[in-house]
């Protein structure tokens, strides 16, 4: 009677483990839970599309330590609208040194976006809130990434704190 006592706990912890990977894996993550962050060009002339990357790598490097703070998506939208204004200064300060002379814009607003693929996670279709970026008149293609979490926010030279889902699932039951 206790062996098959123990089996049963057994495979009830088992579907229960499938369960909470399944429900809180990142394919499974409603559009809700991300906060996403596009650069969107002036235009498609390559001049343009070369200085979309500069001015989105001086972003990533100067939003990362905040967002590294951040413990859910609203307090990431918190911060990056708090940052509006400095974004804009590294946008444009990057514009200007590199000749251009139009400026950015950038707002946390919601969009509809086009299934995407992030190395292993996949973004369905559907509405996310993101961090908006134009430069100029915003015409041109768009570099993209997720802010919260932060699944492009790592680099060779950034400190980068690896997590477990399923720990961060529990402190967050847990209130920790």
Request: hydrophobic share 45%; with cysteine.
């Amino acid at each position: 009677m206790k062996k098959i006592a123990v089996a049963i706990f057994i495979i009830a912890m088992l579907a229960a483990t499938v369960y909470a990977v399944n429900a809180y894996s990142p394919a499974a993550a409603a559009e809700t839970d991300y906060l996403r962050i596009h650069v969107r060009a002036n235009s498609n002339l390559q001049t343009d599309q070369n200085v979309k990357y500069k001015v989105k790598d001086e972003v990533v490097k100067f939003i990362t330590p905040y967002i590294g703070e951040c413990v859910d998506k609203e307090s990431a939208i918190a911060v990056v609208n708090a940052l509006i204004p400095q974004i804009c200064e590294v946008c444009d300060r990057t514009l200007e040194a590199n000749g251009y002379d139009y400026r950015s814009r950038a707002e946390v607003r919601s969009e509809n976006f086009p299934t995407r693929v992030y190395g292993e996670h996949t973004l369905e279709q559907g509405v996310y809130d993101a961090l908006i970026i134009e430069l100029g008149s915003g015409a041109g293609d768009n570099w993209w990434c997720v802010i919260y979490p932060p699944l492009c926010f790592t680099s060779a030279t950034a400190d980068v704190e690896y997590r477990s889902v399923i720990a961060d699932i529990i402190n967050k039951f847990f209130n920790k």
